[in-house]
């Protein structure tokens, strides 16, 4: 499927369930603890629930947790361990403390603002700013929720804005993109041509690094089914060259069109049904 056809159905499909799910309750926003289940991830990372949650530390070596009135902090045993693991060697190298942003609710599931996936317990918003206070000592409760993150890239216009750039974006962003349990890293097209750019030919750890919309505040880090999760569906592996033609469209004068409101106007496709959620879900939805 062309790129701009994928991306016009997927953003035009994340509006459409954005406000449906605003106009009706959401249970799984109302269930505050995760179910007393084995862990498991179920369903696709847009259509899915996750049992046996766990829930992120407020706080722990190289790392804190921001948004947390959201309580969007819980995720699958694995992605927990990913986090521990990754925000240790971002602080053993020198790099920084990572401040998380939204993973998945207790019981994952859909949001009625903010995400498409995030649903199985598997995804998670990391800022690319890191805030000094967050350097230094325990944030509070307030900045926590109010700390604004730094743009790297301005959305608008398309372009870095280099008065925010930090050196040490790229080897984050690199050690986060070398682990295994990795699947994809979503960023701005702008931070992943920057990237390209500085890479030279040594980008084959930038496959991983997909562009997308948004982005230009956090990256999103997306896991691989865990093993053994036999109800988790997985994505297809990236076959896209590490920066190739899908980077290019981003930046092509069809794109900068649909940017900036000034495409030709096309028949809107009719609305497809959202699917079912996983049986498994409705059990994970009301067990203890």
């Known amino acids: 499927m062309p790129m701009r056809s994928l991306c016009s159905?997927?953003?035009?499909?994340?509006?459409?369930?954005?406000?449906?799910?605003?106009?009706?309750?959401?249970?799984?926003?109302?269930?505050?603890r995760?179910?007393?289940?084995?862990?498991?991830?179920?369903?696709?990372?847009?259509?899915?629930?996750?049992?046996?949650?766990?829930?992120?530390?407020?706080?722990?070596?190289?790392?804190?947790?921001?948004?947390?009135?959201?309580?969007?902090?819980?995720?699958?045993?694995?992605?927990?361990?990913?986090?521990k693991d990754f925000s240790t060697r971002v602080a053993e190298q020198g790099l920084g403390q990572l401040q998380i942003g939204d993973m998945s609710m207790a019981r994952g599931g859909p949001f009625s603002y903010g995400h498409r996936s995030h649903q199985v317990g598997l995804d998670a918003d990391i800022w690319y700013s890191q805030d000094p206070r967050a350097l230094t000592r325990p944030l509070t409760a307030w900045e926590r929720n109010n700390i604004s993150a730094v743009p790297l890239a301005d959305a608008k216009e398309h372009q870095l804005i280099k008065a925010n750039w930090d050196q040490r974006a790229p080897r984050i962003l690199r050690l986060a993109s070398e682990d295994p349990r990795v699947e994809r890293i979503f960023v701005h097209p702008t931070i992943k041509r920057e990237l390209c750019t500085s890479a030279s030919s040594d980008n084959e750890w930038l496959r991983k690094i997909r562009p997308w919309w948004g982005h230009n505040y956090h990256f999103h880090v997306r896991l691989a089914?865990?093993?053994?999760?036999?109800?988790?569906?997985?994505?297809?592996?990236?076959?896209?060259?590490?920066?190739?033609?899908?980077?290019?469209?981003?930046?092509?004068?069809?794109?900068y069109a649909q940017l900036r409101g000034t495409a030709p106007p096309q028949k809107k496709p009719e609305p497809k049904p959202k699917?079912?959620?996983?049986?498994?879900?409705?059990?994970?939805?009301?067990?203890p």
């Open 9 to 32: 159905m997927l953003v035009g499909g994340a509006l459409m369930f954005s406000n449906a799910a605003a106009g009706a309750a959401n249970p799984w926003e109302d269930i505050k």
């Open 225 to 255: 089914c865990p093993a053994g999760d036999k109800n988790c569906v997985p994505q297809q592996p990236v076959l896209n060259a590490a920066c190739g033609e899908d980077l290019d469209w981003w930046f092509s004068d069809e794109f």
């Open 275 to 287: 699917p079912p959620m996983p049986q498994q879900c409705a059990q994970v939805l009301h067990a």
């Open 34 to 83: 995760p179910s007393q289940q084995t862990s498991a991830s179920i369903g696709q990372y847009t259509n899915g629930c996750l049992s046996g949650a766990e829930k992120m530390p407020l706080r722990g070596e190289g790392f804190q947790l921001m948004r947390t009135g959201r309580d969007r902090h819980y995720g699958n045993p694995a992605l927990i361990g990913f986090l």
